[in-house]
């Protein structure tokens, strides 16, 4: 009996351990000896994989010095770092019950978000848009109408295009992709007229395809969204350490030159540019750092 009391209080203690842990990031990294990076698979230059488990991307290298810098903090002479891809349905739940300790994908800082999660300082400044088919005849908003407009679910992309003013006596039909390339490929196959996303989303599938001449981005600027990485709420200690590896990247040029590499030179696996320039909404977003979110976007 005494044998299993005593079973019974070291589990409620390791269980205790673990639960603090969850909530002290800083402390389960280093008593696991690794992070686990919540990475997105069809993200555009912001974070995609190449396959067979490899995951690169501006968002997902940065992460990956983040983690080293965490490592120099900590004094671990090794730190694993494991990839655990996400969707948009499931990147909250899996940070909120300790799946993932850091999320950098291309996820919109907002207000609703917040009650769940924080976010570190804001790394892109994202223009959602829409992309079609080169000879498709649409130009911008007022010719979707009586047209199929895709999006992916868990964002809310089609929410922002109806709100949108020029989107006033609008009809069109709406088409669900489980994650950015079924998206993608409900335009690549015709069973979408148009897809709305994240411009960097779009242009970085468009530039993965078979014939990236075939795709263009055309119309007005649906929104303007602060992306960020995404960890536990209030881990303050967690958040400070993030945010300062991220500011020593942009304040030693590596995260510029880092941008430079993944949307202005030819990327992996098709060697094509992206050809995004690197924008004055995110130049400033880096000089100053905030978290203040956007109000209405769920991207």
Known sequence: MKKHLLAVAVMGLLAGTVMAQTNDTLAKI???????????????????????????????E??????????????????????????SQNRIPLVTNGTVDLECGSTTNDTNRQKDVDFAMTTYMEEVRIAVKANSGINGIKDLNGKSVATTT??????????????QGIDFKEVMGKDHADSFLLLETGRADAFVMDGSILAGNISKSKNPADFKIVG???????????????????LKAVDTSIQRQVADGSLEKLYDKWFMQPIPPANQKVGLPLSDATKNAWKNPNNKPKEAFNK
């Open 62 to 87: 940065m992460a990956d010095r983040v983690a080293r810098d965490l490592q120099k903090q900590l004094g671990l002479t090794k730190l694993e770092i494991k990839y655990q891809p996400v969707t």
């Open 30 to 60: 280093k008593s696991s000896g690794s992070i686990t990076l919540g990475v997105r698979e069809s993200s555009g230059a912001l974070a995609y994989t190449l396959g067979d488990g490899k995951y690169v991307g501006f968002h997902t």
């Open 154 to 167: 868990g964002t809310t992309s089609v929410q922002i295009l109806r709100k949108n003013e020029r989107a």
């Open 220 to 238: 007005e600027v649906l929104s303007v969204e602060p992306i960020a990485c995404m960890l536990r709420k209030n881990d303050t200690a967690f």
